[in-house]
């Protein structure tokens, strides 16, 4: 009998919960799956890049693996504001 053993260091983020804090200290909540899961899209070149954008957008649960979450990193950075990189960062445990 074959045994799964489930890497502990993976946890699941919701990125359609993104907590955003505003100027103002108030916190919003955002669905940000479609966003940066068109970001990846409109703009890799890597198919397994294409394929998680592809996932997150029909599911923004995603297990971040440390694949996922330089991926999520890469394009959070590239092509989004200080304010989503700073909730980004702390949904991921950065």
């Known amino acids: 009998m074959m045994?799964?053993?489930k890497n502990l260091n993976n946890k699941k983020v919701d990125?359609?919960?993104l907590q955003?804090?505003?100027l103002d200290g108030s916190i919003v909540e955002h669905d940000f799956s479609k966003d940066l899961a068109q970001a990846i899209f409109s703009n890799?070149?890597?198919i397994s890049e294409h394929a998680f954008s592809v996932d997150l957008f029909k599911d923004p649960i995603v297990e971040l693996n440390d694949?996922?979450?330089a991926i999520v990193k890469e394009y959070t950075?590239?092509?989004f504001k200080a304010f989503v990189q700073?909730?980004?960062?702390?949904?991921i445990g950065e």
């Open 15 to 17: 990125f359609s919960k």
């Open 3 to 5: 045994k799964v053993v």
């Open 20 to 22: 955003i804090k505003q």
């Open 77 to 79: 950075e590239k092509y």
């Open 67 to 69: 694949e996922n979450k």
């Open 44 to 46: 890799t070149q890597n």
């Open 86 to 91: 700073v909730a980004v960062n702390e949904l």
